[in-house]
């Protein structure tokens, strides 16, 4: 917190807590003005501080992590250290070991996530809107939402053996269904005063997709599509964990019955970091279609 | 009046009954109702709360089945929505994801007959005529109540319908807003020169706006009576003073009252 009292050094004291000052004292120097035009905070503290404080907070764990590693008192086999995974990561990368695991870890994603998308939201849609189609569907979609998609797995190898294609299924099976069901539930709550503006403009089927069911669905859509992104990274990892030959759940897998801590830890670090980064790519995707809503909250 | 003035919107005989799928059954909404709309004319339809005026005009609309008779739009039966009828609909209907310009020009997007630059050419000379120029690439939130209502208004025009259909469009304004809506409203229909059938529950309203004023019988929904507004057709607020107008208000009031008494609703919310 001390870093955080200098930042407010320049204003008087106040008996209110640090995090209340800026605000209050604001709010008192100018009663008159909307929040949302008060000058942007100005010093980098200020205007970085959520960020700031993450990183500092990750730089503390990872100095910690390191400590305890150099002096002993944690054993390297089971922890690794950041140095070490750091080493080992290099090692891998400059022999090209581990691109191959990527690459075929990426292409189970892309193919299966893929696919769940194309399939997913069109018969979400489908179901959603139409009730005859739901009528005949919905069993079979329940049944397999509710069960937990890895118990598949010895069906899924048995039918697509322990190549490519039985990971790409079980990456399919565990997007899939989120994005489904969200999809179905963002079309049956579309507001019908929506619906019935779009009937009374004349509107088919089709256009009533595009220009009414589709917007209005976007917000669950989008999180159908989050959701079935962490399904599908479990279902790459626990999938190769149970029969390949490549892939990163593979590398995982393979390095932790030898106790090679280094390598499982890079393996993790990778997926960790494709999740991250392909959930960040659905938000900017998100404030795309979303840039028409009012902003709320702070 | 003259005697031979083309009748715009011809309503022989329509009942109407609303199925209940909850319910499992019918509710009789309209009976046996006869109307014509002439060309130029606005008319307003007033009566007891949840008489089934709405309905009526969603039936004119084709988006409800008529149970027996037939609506007739410059002779032909109305089965279905079409681009000769226009509905500007209650607050809130509006597209939050398209902007004022787009929310205009949606129908004709629908449509797909003109290409997109004379659509948009179209758009922005109905939001000009509205008196929203400059706010054509606002979205729906970033406006007023009364604003939002003139894009509404603006995206039924667009169409260049025979026949305007409001529904209550004025409902969720702010009283004041409201008032000066309808003097806008008259302005506007005024440069489209177009035929409107206005529902609405405020008499005051309906005589403010109407050539002629429609009194609907409590449901199932009659015509009870037709009442000629004898107001000059450039019309202030200030009218809305003069006791010729107030004794039509009063007289459509009188008769909701009665009808109103019917169902055991005194006022008319």
Redesign the interface.
Known sequence: MTSLDRAHAEEPPSPAPASMQGAVEQAAARPARDESILPPPTSFWARHEHALLGTISMLVFLAFWETSVDLGWVNPLFTSSPSRIVRTAIDMFADGSILVDMQVSGFEFIVGYGAAIVIGVPLGILMGWYSRVDAVLDPFVSALYATPRIALLPLVMIWFGIGLMSKVAIVFLGAVFPILVNTITGVRTVNA??V????????NDW?MFL??VL?SSVPLLLTGLRLGLGHALVGIVVGEMYGATHGLGFLIATAGARFQTDKVMVGIIIIAAAGIVLTGLLRLIERR?ER???SIGG | MGAVRRAKLDVRGVSLDLYNERTGKSLPVLSDLDLAVFEGELVSIVGPSGCGKSTFLNAV???IRVTAGEILVDGRAVN????DR??V??H??L?????VRDNVM??L???GKLAKAERVERALALVELVGLTGFADH?P??LSGGMRQRVNIARALV?EPQLLLLDEPFAALDAQTREFMQVELLKILARAKTTALFVTHQINEAVFLSDRVVVFSARPAGIKEVIAVDLPPERSLSVKLQPAFLQVEQRIWRLIEQEAQKTGMLTVA
């Open positions: 005063d929506f019935k503006v779009a009937r009374s403009f004349g509107s256009q220009t009414v917007p279609f028409w809503r009012p | 609309d084709g988006l279905a929505p079409g681009p226009a509905m609909f209650q809130d209907s597209f939050p994801w398209r902007t949606y129908g997007d629908l449509q979205y939130h970033e169409m």
